[in-house]
């Protein structure tokens, strides 16, 4: 029986990458720092905005934290700018949203901030659709590490354990996320289209959410599915 369902929010409920990334290159730009894509995903991608500002200065002679603090705030406030301006949902997480939410507890468990997560939710009104939001402020340290799933595992029991033999899955975009749920015991389905060296370390491979349910995410999860290729 599937009993909760996690979600990473940017990547896997939310469209906003190349947000994410135009607001860190930008923010960059204003230190003389140019930033190419190749750079940011593979040091950038994934993470906060400080995580990531800290990642793309790495090396950087002068650089410390309130330099990186003062990126991040830049960042953000670019992130914010465009999300405002409206939001585009994964397609066919609306539908699953909607499909789960009868039958399974749904959490959030993120590397972007709660600010950006609470807003996204309500301008796609779906913040009632979630019991637990765990953002990049709430647990330390960051993915790959447990913790952020830990912490969500320890918010949602404060309300109700998982029945006993009950299935928990993550469903997740990146490596960091897939390695900080396993680390924390659950299951874990890659979404969308996720490069093979990533997609291989999660228990299954989900390249779209359209059509799926919960017996999908069950069985995929659980191993009584084929990986959707």
Request: charged share 25%; glycine share 8%; with cysteine.
């Amino acid at each position: 029986m599937l009993d909760t369902v996690l979600f990473e929010f940017d990547g896997v409920v939310v469209d906003a990458g190349d947000a994410r990334e135009d607001a860190l290159c930008s923010a960059l730009l204003t230190e003389g720092v140019v930033l190419s894509a190749q750079t940011y995903r593979e040091l950038c991608a994934g993470h906060a905005f400080d995580d990531a500002a800290r990642a793309a200065l790495g090396g950087r002679e002068g650089t410390d934290e309130p330099l990186i603090a003062v990126i991040a705030a830049r960042a953000e406030r670019a992130y914010r700018a465009y999300i405002g301006k409206g939001v585009t949902l994964v397609d066919g997480v609306r539908d699953l949203i909607d499909r789960l939410l009868p039958v399974t507890r749904l959490g959030i468990v993120s590397r972007s901030s709660r600010q950006e997560i609470a807003l996204v939710l309500s301008l796609a009104r779906v913040e009632h659709a979630f019991a637990c939001v765990i953002g990049a402020e709430d647990a330390f340290p960051p993915k790959p590490s447990p913790a952020p799933y830990t912490a969500a595992l320890a918010r949602l029991a404060k309300r109700r354990p998982p029945s006993p033999g009950a299935t928990i899955v993550a469903l997740e975009d990146s490596w960091q996320g897939i390695r900080s749920a396993r680390a924390a015991g659950i299951r874990t389905i890659a979404v969308g289209n996720t490069p093979a060296h990533v997609a291989i370390e999660a228990d299954a491979l989900l390249l779209t959410l359209d059509g799926a349910t919960a017996e999908t995410l069950h069985a995929l999860a659980t191993g009584g599915g084929e990986r959707i290729p």
